[in-house]
Every structure is written in C-alpha cells, then in structure tokens.
DNA sequence: TTGCCGTTTTCATAGAGTGAAATTACGTTT
DNA sequence: AAACGTAATTTCACTCTATGAAAACGGCAA
C-alpha cells in the first residue's frame, strides 16, 4: 500500500526491523526469542543475528544471549551530533530551560510517536524523568499535537487512521472528533497543552519549529508537575516558548527565501519545489 | 572474509554500510555521493535510501542530501541504556573522576578502535574534548593498548596485522616491534600509557577490566593535560585506576565461578598479579 | 543411556536483488 | 526558447542471493 513501487529489500528490511526489536526490550534476547518476537524461521534468524554481530550492531554474550552492539552507539552518537536542528536549537532552549526554570524538550516526529531528541532538566529539585531517544505518544502530549496540528493534510490524515487514543489519563483525548477540535485550536493559538493527559501531575505547552521549508517537523515544549504549572503559568509561557520556536524557526532558515512567511499556524505551500502535495493547503477546518 | 561460511546476507551488510558510511561523515551526502563512496550504482544506491528512509534510518532533506534519522537516535539511546558493563561502572567513574579531578573514560573495542561508551568531565576548567560514541586508535591510546595487551594470541596477531599505525605525533610508536614490547609491559604492569602519543600535550593512563568469562572487552582511562599528569603523577594514578578497574571486573562477575579458560598463558598472567581487594569498597577521598 | 531443547548447518529452489540503460526532472547556458 | 548537463528515478531481464524446511549438532537433565 505505500505508495512506492516495491522497492523493498526484504533483507535490509528485515535486519533493521530486528534492530528494532532489540532496542525496544531490556537485557537481550537469544536466538529462540527473536525467532518467536518476529516470526521469522529459527534459521533465517540465525544467519540475521550472525549477519548483524559481524557488523558489530549486535554482540552476543557467553551465554547465546544477543544484545546491542557498539555500531549502535557509535550510530546513535553520530546521528545525535549531525541533527543540526539540535545544534542550532540548543541554545535557544538553553534561554528557554534559564527563564522557566522547567525542563525543557526538542522533539522530533518518528511515525506515530514523538522522540526526544535534546533535552535540558529544570533547575528545580522536582524533575520530570525522561531521556533522549525515548518516544511519547502523539495524541497526548504537547509536543505531539504541535506536530500533529501542522501535518500537511494527507499526511495528517493518513497519520490520524493510525493512531490509537490510548488513554493514558482520564484527561487523554478520547476521540479523533475532540482531537482535531483540539489541532485546529493548535494551529490558531501557535502552541499546545498536555494537561495530564499523559502522566498524572505533569502538564506541557509546546510550540512549533519550522525549518527553511515552511514545515513543521520539530518541537519545543516546557515540561513541569502540576504544583508549579497553574493556567496563569501556562499563560505566561505560552508566548514565549512560541516565540523561541520561532526565533529558531529563522535560524534554521525559515522565512529566508524570497516569500512571505505566514504567522501563524499553518505551514506553508512548500512551492513547487514539492510535487507531492498537489491542492490542498489550508487549514485542517473540521 | 571471516573464517565462518559465507553466511553473508548482501543486502543486508551493504545497508549496513551506508549507514556506517553516513555516520563518517559530517552533514549529510547526496545519492551520487554515497554511489561514488560506496562503490555501488547509482540505481541501487537509489534503491537502499529509499528503504533506509522508510523505516527512519536515514532522512532526506528538500535538497535531496541524506541524513542519519531518528531511528539512529533511539536505537544509540537504547544501545546505550542497555549495556550494563556501563551501567555498573558508572559509580566507579565517579569515584575516580572525584578522587583524581581528571577526565574519565570506558572504552570497548570495535574493530581496529577503541570506542569511548562512558565519559565524565574534569571539573577543571582545562579540560580535554572528547565524545562518547566517537572512536580512537588502538596503537597510540592507552584504552587502545590496554585492549590490544589483553587479546588472545590469535586475534592479536590478527589484528596487529591489519594495524596501521599511523603517526599521530613524534611519540607515536613507529614499529610493530615497538608496540609489542610496550603490550608485554602493559600485561606486566596492569596498566597502559599514552605520553601524548596521540594529541599533543595530553597524556593518558588506561586499566583494563575483565569480564565474568575473564576477557578484557574494556578499558578505563584518566586522561588530562600534559601540565597536570608529570609522571610523578602517572605513577600515583596507576595503581588507583587498576584496582578500579578490578573492582569493576569483581562487579561484572570476574571470579566468581572458577572458570578457568585456557588462554595462552597472557591474560592469565595478568590475573596472579590482581593485587588483593583493598578494604574500602566504596572509599571516597577528600 | 535417552530425550529434550536450542543452536547451527545444509541445500535445493524460488524469487529477490541487481545494475546497465532508459527516462525524467531540474538548473544552467547559449 | 531551446539546448545542454547533471543528478534523480524507474525499468526490466537475468542471475545469483537469500530463503527456510529439515537435518545435524551440542548441552543438559532425568
């Protein structure tokens, strides 16, 4: 069903779906389990697991028990460093994570969750527990919904079939109908809550990032517990994360070129540059 | 080729190239770059993007350049949580980032590197640069020596082999011959030097650590600047580092079963000569 | 010993991946 | 505007690769 035509390589696909599997359970696996966790055939797993040690992206211990290899990290630490979306943004979230004392998050869409990609604690000695790399869901969290709101529409659509409202609160957005009721306030007002729709106590705002294209592919939110996040807080945040979004929103480009650069909301018709989107731009209305 | 079969999936090692290719290089590379670094035809370059971007490993900009994704990040992040060698270190890297006030490292060997897997800062304000996940060479680090004293005989040979023992400065060793008079001393001795053999005016002193199966698959190291580690110096932190570097291999399970595995003769040496468990377990000094 | 269970290897075969070449897209020059 | 050049994308017939059922192996327990 993607819509491209079966460039697939089932070998290459295969192996990285391991990966994945991998990074997605603590302490190992042995060839068995992976064999049942995939469905794949104990022998083809077996040449896989050999496939990916040899490569280093696995090691096995003493036991037959595989786990992550040190290619993995050497990865991560590389793809960490090269996102410049982190490097540009830090020191703005520097200024933000100074002036809220709260921690602060960059976050990136990876298809139905939102990853963490930098991260600044809060000063303060209650802290929110999270890490780089881990993922939250999109339909229940500042961050996400700041994502969700500027999708363009196809995309947003086709992301929206997908997504299960899990209810992690009994704030959680319950349906798609209150869920986009919600984006297009999003859109019009230029950042997002999480009032304890993910974790109890713990409330979010969030704003968007664009890059040089008009698009929205990242985030910043300001994250802390329910004491010290009343709604006359939020107020006061919200402005200002949304302009630091928007300060690097510049530094990334956006706005550069010769067109005018929209307000607010919704992102821009990346030109004719990308042939993908044909019609539709406006707002997501209803 | 590895001794094994050819049990070799394509498909899969050539994925896995590109994205070591991808994590080499700074900002990004076109599909005409990767086709001209790889060797591979443009078309099936083409083709291993297209599949690399699907599941998120790689990333494509406006411009068409290339990018690590975030599925680099979370499975780095995950490669990182999980390896416990890390994990019951960290403590130790503490004590002795506090008791010698110099930069530590955990370094495990990948290949002809040694790969930095934990790090703590000096707390002075003249410290020395590095990043975890990036990589050294094995001939003029001491991590690096401290890995190659305690290989096995024939993976050494192996290795030493394919070394090259590039120059990094006028006290980089310049011989095999050299470097394996240096390795009889580091097995001797139970630690390993490097007198700015690598950088210019940094000077380093490595321990290795044993894991439950009595193999070294990872050194510590305190690392400062020439004007900080006389070798008045290097000799007091000697000592220090090897018995953390025990106490670490005692926490990862090193003799606990009495699993002799026969090795030729080297490692084994290296284990008589483990001075006894000093008292303090969890000394913390002024 | 025998049986059990997980790992490792084998091997005939299907079909997946290949890459030269054609096509398309885009930017630059004439 | 047209012609050119470069790079991205797609096609397609062929080959060799990856596949996975089955068998062999190895360790462990009864």
């Given at each position: 069903m993607t819509a491209k035509r079966s460039y697939n390589i089932t070998a290459?696909?295969?192996g990285l779906e391991l990966l994945k599997l991998f990074a997605s359970v603590e302490g190992g696996l042995s060839a068995k389990k992976v064999g049942l966790l995939s469905g794949l055939p104990v022998s083809t797993v077996h040449r896989f697991l050999a496939n990916?040690?040899?490569?280093?992206?696995?090691?096995?211990?003493?036991?037959?028990?595989?786990?992550?290899?040190l290619s993995c990290i050497t990865l991560g630490q590389a793809a960490h460093a090269q996102m410049d979306?982190?490097?540009?943004?830090?020191?703005?979230?520097?200024?933000?994570?100074?002036?809220?004392?709260?921690?602060?998050?960059?976050?990136m869409r990876q298809?139905?969750?939102?990853?963490?990609?930098?991260?600044?604690?809060?000063?303060?000695?209650?802290?929110?527990?999270?890490?780089i790399?881990?993922?939250?869901?999109?339909?229940c969290t500042a961050v996400g919904k700041v994502l969700l709101?500027?999708?363009?529409?196809?995309?947003?659509?086709?992301?929206?079939?997908?997504?299960?409202?899990r209810r992690f609160t009994e704030?959680?957005?319950?349906?798609?109908?209150?869920?986009?009721?919600?984006?297009?306030?999003?859109?019009?007002?230029g950042f997002a809550c999480d009032l304890e729709e993910h974790e109890p106590h713990i409330r979010c705002v969030a704003a968007p990032i664009w890059n040089h294209a008009g698009q929205v592919?990242?985030?910043?939110?300001?994250?802390?517990?329910?004491?010290?996040?009343?709604?006359?807080?939020?107020?006061?945040?919200a402005p200002l994360i949304r302009e630091i979004g928007i300060r690097i929103s510049h530094e990334l480009g956006y706005g550069k070129a010769e067109r005018p650069l929209p307000k607010r909301g919704d992102s821009i018709s990346a030109r004719s540059k990308i042939p993908t989107e044909s019609k539709s731009r406006r707002a997501v209305t209803s």
């Amino acid at each position: 069903m993607t819509a491209k035509r079966s460039y697939n390589i089932t070998a290459l696909q295969r192996g990285l779906e391991l990966l994945k599997l991998f990074a997605s359970v603590e302490g190992g696996l042995s060839a068995k389990k992976v064999g049942l966790l995939s469905g794949l055939p104990v022998s083809t797993v077996h040449r896989f697991l050999a496939n990916l040690e040899s490569s280093q992206f696995l090691k096995s211990d003493s036991e037959g028990v595989f786990h992550l290899g040190l290619s993995c990290i050497t990865l991560g630490q590389a793809a960490h460093a090269q996102m410049d979306i982190r490097r540009i943004s830090f020191p703005f979230l520097q200024e933000l994570n100074q002036r809220t004392r709260e921690t602060v998050h960059l976050t990136m869409r990876q298809g139905l969750t939102a990853v963490y990609v930098e991260k600044l604690d809060s000063p303060e000695p209650l802290r929110i527990h999270s890490r780089i790399g881990s993922s939250v869901p999109l339909h229940c969290t500042a961050v996400g919904k700041v994502l969700l709101a500027h999708l363009l529409e196809p995309e947003l659509e086709k992301i929206l079939r997908q997504l299960e409202l899990r209810r992690f609160t009994e704030n959680t957005v319950g349906s798609i109908q209150e869920l986009q009721t919600q984006l297009v306030r999003v859109r019009r007002d230029g950042f997002a809550c999480d009032l304890e729709e993910h974790e109890p106590h713990i409330r979010c705002v969030a704003a968007p990032i664009w890059n040089h294209a008009g698009q929205v592919n990242a985030s910043l939110s300001v994250t802390g517990p329910l004491v010290r996040m009343p709604t006359t807080r939020i107020r006061q945040i919200a402005p200002l994360i949304r302009e630091i979004g928007i300060r690097i929103s510049h530094e990334l480009g956006y706005g550069k070129a010769e067109r005018p650069l929209p307000k607010r909301g919704d992102s821009i018709s990346a030109r004719s540059k990308i042939p993908t989107e044909s019609k539709s731009r406006r707002a997501v209305t209803s």
